[in-house]
């Protein structure tokens, strides 16, 4: 056979732009639903709908098989990136001395508790004794729920949702000087033009309707919990497994 000389083959190419796999600052602050078809596909197959979130807590269940539509949990995954952003941010705000205010709200994991954390409460932790209860928040299906955190609890968070507790190992503590907070009685249902205080804001249920950080006592302890104009008669408390509604509780004003 005649010997055939290799024949090198240079083929004119364009160079593609390659996607961009994690979100714009403008897409950071849209809600999933209304970012286009297109661009959620490239988000979701180069990893930026998981960008900033090294390891979901199996309380966020994001993507297990409840029955919810698939575009409904990567809404909430969406959301909860949203949120871990926005807290590492607020709390580095915090710490760069650019916080307005005499409270403010720290992101913390696990049982790091800030020394300067609000107390909201205390009861009785098996042989620990009694053990204060510091006002926490935390992002949870949508919402951002006030609870309870201790170093004795794990996860050290505790929120209420849909007359459960949920234990998560991710959320945000109340810091800043006690003596620019005040509790004030509250008896029936919350009426914010007849309270004669600004309560501290805490959270947002998920339909955007504004949470108040409270605290009621119950089973021999003081809890913090959460209250609403929205909830009726008194606040509920994350306790027991479960959320207590209690009629009489106490709501965090600031002077």
């Known amino acids: 056979m005649p010997h055939v000389k290799p024949v090198l083959l240079t083929l004119l190419c364009a160079q593609l732009a390659e996607p961009q796999e994690h979100p714009t600052q403008e897409e950071k ?5 209304n970012l286009d078809a297109h661009r959620k596909k490239q988000l979701e197959f180069g990893g930026g709908l998981l960008a900033g979130i090294t390891a979901l807590d199996a309380g966020y269940v994001a993507y297990k098989e409840d029955g919810r539509h698939k575009e409904d949990k990567k809404a909430h995954v969406w ?8 807290a590492q941010a607020r709390r580095q705000a915090y710490y760069n001395g650019q916080t307005q205010g005499p409270v403010a709200w720290i992101y913390t994991e696990g049982n790091n508790i800030p020394q300067n954390a609000i107390p909201g409460g205390q009861e009785t932790y098996n042989r620990e004794g009694r053990q204060i209860l510091y006002i926490c928040r935390a992002y949870y299906e949508g919402g951002m729920f006030v609870g ?8 050290s968070a505790i929120v209420g949702f849909m007359h459960e507790e949920i234990h998560l190992d991710k959320y945000e503590i109340l810091v800043g000087d006690q003596n620019a907070v005040r509790w004030v009685n509250v008896e029936g249902e919350l009426d914010l033009q007849h309270l004669g205080a600004r309560p501290v804001e805490g959270g947002k249920e998920p339909h955007g309707t504004p949470i ?7 089973n021999n302890a003081e809890h913090p919990g959460k209250a609403s104009t929205h909830y009726g008669d008194g606040c ?3 306790f027991g497994n479960n959320e207590v509604r209690l009629r009489v509780s106490h709501l965090a004003r600031q002077y």
């Open 29 to 33: 602050e849209k809600s999933w639903y």
């Open 79 to 86: 959301a909860l990136s949203k949120w871990l952003r926005d």
């Open 148 to 155: 309870k955190a201790s170093s004795v609890f794990r996860p």
């Open 212 to 218: 108040y950080i409270a605290k009621a006592y119950h």
């Open 236 to 238: 509920y408390i994350p």
